[in-house]
Structures are given as C-alpha cells and as structure tokens.
C-alpha cells in the first residue's frame, strides 16, 4: 500500500474497526489480522464490498469444508476475481481433480507451484493479477 492509503487508514480508525468486524463475521473461524497483515489493501475496500467479496468467495469455495482455513493461508483468494481464475488455473493443471478440493487440502498449492495468478510489486502488500 502507498503512504498514503496507511494516512487514509489511520485518520478513520472506526471505519477500519468496522471493516475488521466485517471480516470476522465473514471469516469467523479466521485470523483476520493475520489475512490483513499479509493483505493490508483489503482495508481500503468499502465494508459492503468486503461482505460481497465474501459471499461470493463462499460461492465459489462452497465445496470446501474450511473456507476460512483457504483465506486465512492465502487472503489474495479473498478477491473472487483472484479465486476464480486460480481454481481454473488448478483445474487445467490437475486434470480430474476438484480445484476446491486440491485448495482445501493445501490452501498453499498455488504459491508452492509458483503461479497463484498473483505477483507482488513494489508496494507492500500490493498484488496485481497477471493477464
């Protein structure tokens, strides 16, 4: 994140507050702070963003047993957009196997292979999606 979205954060500390509650109550069995630290950008999402994001993450994870476990080792896949192609990625990697399935068991399997559909930039905690 740039200097600027940490300032941003840090003069509204009860809406930031209240997007960490969000995240709890989506991802109950999850360590929000753990997923922040590694994906501080989700704090600058709107709390009904976050919620929507969440939802559909469920949507697509709804095979899964532990879906907080998944987000909580991986938070990039909390961006539905970021989910979706690497459980196609997964899918065309691993012929015959459910893509949810291979995340459950290793939530890590993206970045163990090196090619989660994400690279980091130069700003902390930025990720981008590759095209």
């Given at each position: 994140m740039k200097a600027a979205d940490w300032v941003a954060l840090s003069e509204d500390v009860p809406a930031a507050a209240n997007k960490l509650i969000v995240l709890k109550t989506m991802y109950?069995?999850?360590?929000?702070?753990?997923?922040?630290i590694r994906r501080p950008k989700t704090?600058?999402?709107s709390e009904q963003r976050i919620s929507d994001n969440a939802q559909m993450v469920k949507q697509l994870l709804a095979k899964a047993?532990?879906?907080?476990?998944?987000?909580?080792?991986?938070p990039e896949l909390?961006?539905?957009?970021?989910?979706?192609?690497?459980?196609?990625?997964l899918a065309s990697s691993?012929?015959?196997k459910d893509p949810v399935q291979l995340l459950q068991e290793n939530p890590q399997i993206l970045l163990n292979?090196?090619?989660?559909n994400?690279?980091?930039?130069?700003?902390y905690?930025?990720?981008?999606?590759?095209?």
């Open positions: 109950p069995n999850a360590d929000v702070f753990s997923i922040i704090l600058l999402q047993n532990n879906v907080d476990a998944i987000i909580e080792a991986v909390s961006d539905p957009t970021t989910l979706s192609r690497s459980l196609a990625f691993f012929a015959g292979l090196g090619e989660s994400m690279e980091d930039n130069a700003e905690g930025e990720m981008t999606t590759k095209d």
